[in-house]
């Protein structure tokens, strides 16, 4: 079956003066998914939710949504509503009558807001706090609220510019759980801006990473985590070792990087590698085996335990395998135990599959 595109962006620039602040986007953005935008600060993905919203104009480039062009049309005459991290709720009214509120602008019948009011309400379960005021709800409540009153309008797409990060770790986290529920239930399109990894993972059907302005990669979590593109992609998702060298051949989609004469480490290529290019080996932490028995398809290398941090499920080490190289390796507590695995000072064997880490050229 084909994919419906709720969001089209064609070679969009938006430049603020000299500064360009999204440069030459070009994505598309399926109608039901939960879409992230993810980045660092600065990185241009608010000014692409913006818009796709309408509270900004394209410098170049055009914007569809459903299909129609966009890109030019103020905020109102898109078929889009907005959640922002500041809910914007009015304090003087309540619960029921900030819903309401851009339903009765639109004079739509007394009868069809206490209606879609009431549905929107219990959508996010509210529907018996239609009459408290906004301070009277905790900060997840108001959270609900904001995204009753986005969604009593019917719009097509969601966009979300950073909802939860006005609350609290444990209850961002719960509501992250919740949003995505949401999301599958109404069954529209969520279009989401975060710079935090670990929330974009966990909702997301697909991922957007943008860096100065310029998208680098999209794909599911388990591409953008697992297959990283660049090296600021790997770098900015999760956290990963680098073992710098040069690489000494190529083999298909496999290239061998030598980190000194006796250490020499395969990996998986990113494009247009070459022999001669300097480059590094990224491996993740939990990708690493400790005193693993050698086998085809494996990095080993040697190297000494210089600390070990037992973290409950975990253990993380730091292991020394060059006078300037150490990697952390994350180790699962799968076993009870009591006592250190590997104390300071031991000498381990360190392993992972070439399938598991890549060559980045620098």
């Known amino acids: ?20 602040a999204v440069s030459h986007v070009t994505l598309q953005i399926y109608d039901g998914e939960f879409f992230s935008l993810l980045g660092p600060s600065g990185c241009g993905k608010t000014t692409t939710l913006r818009l796709i919203a309408g509270f900004e104009m394209p410098t170049q480039g055009e914007i569809y949504i459903g ?14 509503n907005t959640v922002f991290q500041h809910y914007a709720l009015f304090p003087h009214m309540s619960v029921f009558k900030n819903v309401a509120f851009g339903l009765e602008m639109q004079h739509v019948s007394s009868a069809d807001i206490a209606r879609r009011v009431n549905e929107a309400l219990e959508l996010v379960d509210l529907g018996n706090m239609g009459e408290r ?32 990060g006005a609350l609290d770790l444990k209850l961002r986290k719960a509501m992250q759980v919740e949003l995505k529920t949401l999301q599958e239930r109404v069954g529209i399109t ?13 909702m997301s ?21 697992e297959a990283p593109g660049s090296r600021f992609v790997s770098d900015f998702i999760g956290e990963t070792n680098y073992l710098d060298g040069h690489i000494s051949a190529v083999r298909q989609d496999h290239a061998e990087v030598v980190i000194e004469p006796d250490i020499r480490l395969w990996g998986r290529a990113t494009p247009g590698l070459q022999v001669g290019n300097r480059a590094s080996v990224a491996v993740r932490p939990e990708k690493i085996f400790l005193n693993q028995p050698a086998q085809d398809g494996f990095n080993t290398v040697p190297g000494i335990v210089e600390s070990e941090v037992y973290v409950g499920s975990l253990t993380t080490f730091s292991v020394k395998i060059t006078s300037g190289n150490c990697l952390t390796v994350r180790q699962q507590n799968v076993q009870p135990r009591l006592g250190g695995v590997a104390p ?19």
């Open 133 to 164: 005021r906004p301070k009277q709800l905790s900060g997840g409540q108001q959270q609900r609220v904001a995204l009753a009153r986005a969604l009593v309008n019917h719009p097509k797409v969601l966009l979300l510019d950073e909802p939860l």
């Open 67 to 80: 299909g129609e062009p966009q890109g030019y049309l103020p905020a109102h005459q898109r078929p889009v």
């Open 1 to 20: 079956m084909v994919e419906q595109i709720a969001v089209e962006l064609q070679d969009v620039v938006k430049q603020f003066g000299s500064v360009t």
């Open 205 to 225: 059907d697909r991922i957007s990473v943008m860096n100065q302005g310029v998208l680098l990669q999209v794909g599911t979590s388990e591409e953008i985590y």
């Open 190 to 202: 969520f279009v989401y801006v975060t710079h935090d990894q670990e929330e974009a993972l966990t």
């Open 344 to 362: 300071p000072g031991t000498q381990v064997t360190l392993s992972w599959s070439i399938d598991s880490c890549k060559a980045f050229s620098d």
